[in-house]
């Protein structure tokens, strides 16, 4: 079923969030969408049905998910998966063997995973260039160039790319634009207003917000490839569940008011780190240390909750700051109510250590809570106070 957003979009985000996908029950009047856990439905007749069939086609609990996400990135359409790695590996099969995929040369260990580990080996051709240097990125472009890859911020160095330029250089080698949105969900970048095709998210992040619940989506205007990747979803059935999609639903509604909080925590966090001793570098959008801080500033309506920093220490120290954290949970993901700390080279980047992406084992990569600011920075100071 499509999911075009009915929200007016004249509507502030925030008023989308909590609105966008969401109709009182017909049946009870019920405000919240309920969790349609059923795999089957009813016909009045053979193939007559009120427009859901089985439960990985179509859920009604799903439905109310898609049209909320492509009303926050302000798209015709979205379609939810079970992981964000789902949705990507959904998005690739529209890209054929002998075609080419450029991609930045910071990304996810697990995106590096499935394009280099699996995707190459059916034929899909991948470079891996920084996406920053825009020259170097355009000179990477081939004549079988047929999907740019980008994530901005990135994960974990914090690059940013643009996305209006990138997306300029796409087109004009009749190639596509896929933006993994992940890192600033749509309250911070929306890239389809800046000219990208195709919007992906790991909804598990900041879009779902508690560390609860796995997704994944993406978010286009195109029909055609809507239609296509209907299909797939339907096809290869990596869908998420109606009580998945509830949690996430319940999420997005409060995550322009987590965004405004992560960004205000990870600010002051930031701005504590990069005065400390014991910090070499500190990595942060919104430090105008960062290398691409003006394009943070145009393209993004705030510089996002996740820092990246390396301490003179070197890995011995980053592992005891990532131990002996209070408050930051040593553990993977990001994105939640919860601060998180973890070293990327051993944990969430591991699939890139033997390749040209592989991360300092030194950088430490924190995801910045909702919790009271002051409290963070005291827990990093105590630990800090042990490696300087």
């Not at 926050?72 to 995929?101: C, N, Q, W, Y």
């Not at 899909?124 to 020259?135: H, I």
């Not at 796995?214 to 569940?241: C, H, M, S, T």
């Not at 942060?284 to 003179?312: E, N």
């Amino acid at each position: 079923m499509s999911t075009q957003p009915k929200t007016n979009a004249k509507l502030h985000l925030e008023t989308i969030a909590v609105h966008a996908g969401v109709e009182p029950d017909p049946v009870s009047g019920a405000v919240m969408t309920p969790i349609y856990q059923t795999s089957t439905y009813a016909q009045a007749d053979v193939a007559v049905h009120k427009g859901y069939e089985y439960s990985r086609t179509d859920n009604p609990t799903r439905t109310a998910l898609q049209t909320a996400l492509a009303a926050l990135e302000g798209g015709r359409h979205a379609l939810a998966f079970a992981s964000g790695m789902a949705a990507i590996d959904t998005l690739l099969r529209l890209v054929k063997p002998g075609e080419h995929v450029l991609c930045g040369n910071d990304v996810y260990g697990g995106t590096f995973r499935l394009f280099d580990k699996i995707l190459s080996g059916y034929g899909l051709e991948f470079s891996f260039v920084d996406a920053a240097d825009s020259g170097a990125f355009a000179a990477a472009m081939q004549p079988n160039t047929r999907l740019v890859w980008l994530e901005t911020p990135t994960n974990p160095m914090l690059r940013l790319a643009d996305i209006a330029a990138a997306a300029e250089l796409a087109h004009a080698h009749g190639a596509w634009l896929a933006v993994d949105n992940t890192f600033a969900s749509p309250v911070l970048q929306r890239p389809l207003t800046l000219g990208a095709d195709f919007v992906v998210h790991s909804t598990t992040k900041y879009i779902g917000g508690h560390s609860d619940v796995v997704g994944g989506a993406i978010v286009l205007n195109d029909d055609e490839a809507y239609a296509r990747l209907k299909f797939l979803q339907n096809a290869i059935g990596a869908v998420p569940g109606p009580m998945d999609c509830f949690l996430t639903l319940r999420g997005l509604k409060t995550l322009a008011l987590r965004m405004a909080a992560h960004c205000r925590n990870a600010t002051l966090v930031a701005q504590y780190l990069s005065d400390h001793t014991a910090v070499s570098q500190v990595i942060y959008p919104g430090l105008d240390s960062h290398p691409q801080y003006d394009l943070a500033r145009r393209q993004m309506s705030g510089p996002g909750g996740m820092i990246s920093f390396i301490l003179h220490g070197g890995e011995a120290a980053a592992r005891t700051v990532a131990r002996e954290t209070r408050l930051f949970t040593l553990a993977e993901s990001l994105g939640g109510v919860e601060s998180l700390i973890e070293l990327p080279a051993p944990m969430t980047h591991a699939s890139v250590a033997d390749s040209p992406l592989a991360v300092d084992p030194g950088l430490v990569r924190i995801s910045v809570g909702i919790e009271n600011a002051q409290d963070l920075i005291d827990d990093l100071a105590r630990v800090l106070s042990r490696v300087g």
